[in-house]
């Protein structure tokens, strides 16, 4: 069975959540499985469930792709001919394993590209074949150093040239780890030592960028092919072994959990909802979806986007824009949206993997009964949830639902919040309101800056 239970409200979720739980026990030693999109919500329901239970104990946060990979393992048997290592934290083509593995590589090829070039036998252990696929990177490293040419020596006590490359090696492996999720078909490509046909996949972008994606395929494509090839196609032929071996012996659902909640997700690939709708043959799965808008809004896009393409192809007239904060701050939001809607559609339930699965979709939304004492976030929150045009609300000046601070640092910025925590923990309100450090969500771009 796979329901899907969509809310603008998390605390309504959290309470759909634990229906959901009083539906489908489980056993005393047996873990709840809770899908997270960040281990900042992980810690928030395990929280939220202590202060609503008195206790919480043997539940399992794990993040999707870590939990198909631990779910995998259940049942393959990992050996040393599969050169997989049973029981495995992480999936070995995760963005944090993959870093380390691009790193070294590039490390390596940099040091033989800029050996000296009258040492005769580090000369002929070069691999020109990665120096050259690989020129494009290192054309980019060289470039950042105040000296074109170093000896190994000199290389190898650079620290400088080692951070770049360690930063280099996390954007690539962020993006072949999107590749992993959302372009398998052209990993399989690349693997096979192929190349895309960037013309036919880039029709409608201009000819120097499609000159540029092709100078950026090749040592994307070498990488990937020198790197990764054997355990993509390892991944692939467990996955296949998985449901095979579910199909084949009914009893091996034993090793699944019983049920599984997913709360909330950020972004949703297709292959992803396509596992979760393929395990519900098996186990019961709740997806508590959080949805600000309870219309639909699959066809919302930005008005200057729009605007742009009417103006470049002369289409767009399927696409409309009615809210702005939706468009231009919900896009992630919009693309699960509309990725819920095809599948409660249909356009992803044909074929025999799919037959023989329950669907329930359960709406959630609560609705605001003070049409007319409305907070500024309030009104926010209600035109957003109706996908009505924002009018003239009649502010009231001791409204302080949302406040704006314009500050001239990042101290300052630190300063204002210190302020406002201690003001609003400060505030009277009646003993029911009490208010807690808990209830306190702090959001920033970067913690690292």
């Known amino acids: 069975m796979l329901k899907i239970i969509q ?41 939220h469930l202590a202060g609503t239970q008195g206790i919480v104990a043997q539940v399992s946060t794990d993040f999707l792709g870590a939990f198909q990979w631990e779910l995998y393992g259940r049942l393959a048997e990992r050996d040393a001919e599969q050169k997989l290592v049973n029981g495995a934290p992480q999936a070995p083509l995760s ?25 005769k036998t580090a000369s002929q252990n070069k691999d020109h074949d990665a120096i050259n696929a690989l020129n494009f990177l290192l054309k980019k490293i060289v470039s950042q150093q105040k000296h074109s040419h170093k000896s190994t020596q000199q290389a190898d006590n650079d620290a400088e ?33 192929g190349l895309l046909n960037l013309p036919v996949l880039c029709k409608e972008k201009p000819e120097w960028l499609i000159e540029r994606y092709a100078e950026m395929q090749i040592w994307q494509a070498w990488l990937w092919k020198t790197l990764f090839k054997e355990v993509f196609e390892q991944r692939e032929a467990e996955v296949t072994r998985f449901w095979s071996a579910l199909k084949s012996d009914p009893s091996l659902t034993k090793k699944l959990p019983r049920s599984v909640t997913i709360f909330t997700v950020i972004q949703l690939p297709p292959a992803e909802l396509m596992f979760l709708r393929q395990l519900a043959q ?43 904060l939706l468009t231009r701050m919900g896009k992630q939001s919009r693309d699960v949206f509309k990725l819920l809607v095809q599948l409660a559609g249909g356009e992803f339930v044909e074929g025999e993997p799919f037959q023989g699965v329950q669907e329930i979709w359960q709406d ?86």
């Open 364 to 449: 959630a939304f609560v609705q605001n009964q003070q049409e007319y004492s409305l907070t500024v976030l309030q009104h926010i929150q209600q035109h957003a949830l109706d996908l009505s045009n924002v009018k003239d609300w009649g502010f009231d000046p001791t409204d302080d639902s949302l406040a704006i601070h314009a500050c001239h640092s990042t101290l300052r910025q630190l300063e204002v919040l210190r302020e406002e925590i201690i003001q609003w923990l400060g505030s009277h309100v009646p003993a029911n309101e009490r208010r807690k450090p808990s209830d306190i969500l702090v959001l920033v771009p970067d913690l690292n800056d």
């Open 7 to 47: 809310s603008q409200r998390i605390e309504s979720l959290f309470d759909e959540m634990l229906a959901f739980f009083e539906e489908h026990p489980i056993g005393v030693f047996e873990p709840r499985q809770i899908l997270i999109p960040s281990h900042g919500v992980g810690v928030w329901l395990k929280l």
């Open 282 to 324: 098996y186990v019961d799965v709740a997806l508590l979806h959080y949805n600000p808008s309870q219309e639909y809004w699959a066809d919302l896009v930005d008005a200057r986007w729009l605007q742009r393409r009417q103006s470049e192809h002369g289409d767009g007239a399927e696409l409309r824009e009615t809210h702005p």
């Open 161 to 193: 040239v080692k951070r770049q490359i360690w930063v280099l090696s996390s954007q690539i492996a962020q993006v072949f780890a999107g590749y992993v999720t959302y372009r398998a078909d052209w990993l399989r490509v690349w693997g096979q030592g």
């Open 95 to 119: 963005a944090s394993i993959m870093r380390w593995q691009i790193f070294g590589y590039i490390w390596q090829i940099y040091c033989q590209a800029f050996q000296d070039l009258d040492n």
